[in-house]
C-alpha cells in the first residue's frame, strides 16, 4: 500500500517538474487543426509511443527554427505587418534624429499636394518702408 502511494507521489513530483519546463501558447483554430492532422499521421503505427500536443509542437517549433531561411523570415515579416506600427516607429526616429527621412518627406507632401521642396518661412519683421 504505501508503495502504491509513494509511487504516485514521484509521479506527482515528475509532472510538477516537467510542468515547470512548460508554457502556454495560443494558436489560430486553423494551426491547431493542422498540428493535430500532423500528430495523427506522426502517430499512425507508431508503436513506440504517441507524441502528444506539447511534444509535438515542442519539436515543430525547434526544427522550423533550426532551418529558417531569411527569405522564411522576410516572409513572415511580410503577412504580419502592421502599418500603425511601422507609422509609430518612423515618428520615434524622426523625433529623435531631429528629422524626417527625405522619402517619408515626400510622401507627406503627396499626401497634402504639395509639389517640391517645402521650406519652413523664416519669420521677420515686418518692412513697411514701402507702405505709407
Do not use: C
Request: proline letters at 1%; hydrophobic letters at 35%.
Amino acid at each position: 500500500m504505501n508503495e502504491v502511494i509513494n509511487k504516485r507521489e514521484e509521479k506527482k513530483e515528475e509532472r510538477e517538474n516537467k510542468d515547470d519546463d512548460l508554457v502556454r501558447v495560443l494558436m489560430s483554430k486553423l494551426s491547431f487543426k493542422l498540428m493535430n492532422e500532423f500528430l495523427d499521421k506522426v502517430n499512425n503505427g507508431n508503436v513506440s509511443g504517441k507524441i502528444n500536443k506539447s511534444s509535438g509542437l515542442s519539436w515543430i517549433v525547434s526544427k522550423f527554427v533550426e532551418g529558417a531561411s531569411e527569405s522564411e523570415i522576410k516572409q513572415m515579416r511580410s503577412e504580419h505587418f502592421d502599418e500603425l506600427s511601422m507609422l509609430e516607429y518612423v515618428l520615434k526616429r524622426a523625433k529623435a534624429e531631429g528629422k524626417v527621412p527625405d522619402e517619408w518627406k515626400a510622401i507627406l507632401q503627396k499626401q497634402l499636394n504639395i509639389e517640391g521642396n517645402v521650406t519652413k518661412k523664416k519669420k521677420s519683421g515686418l518692412d513697411l518702408s514701402n507702405h505709407q
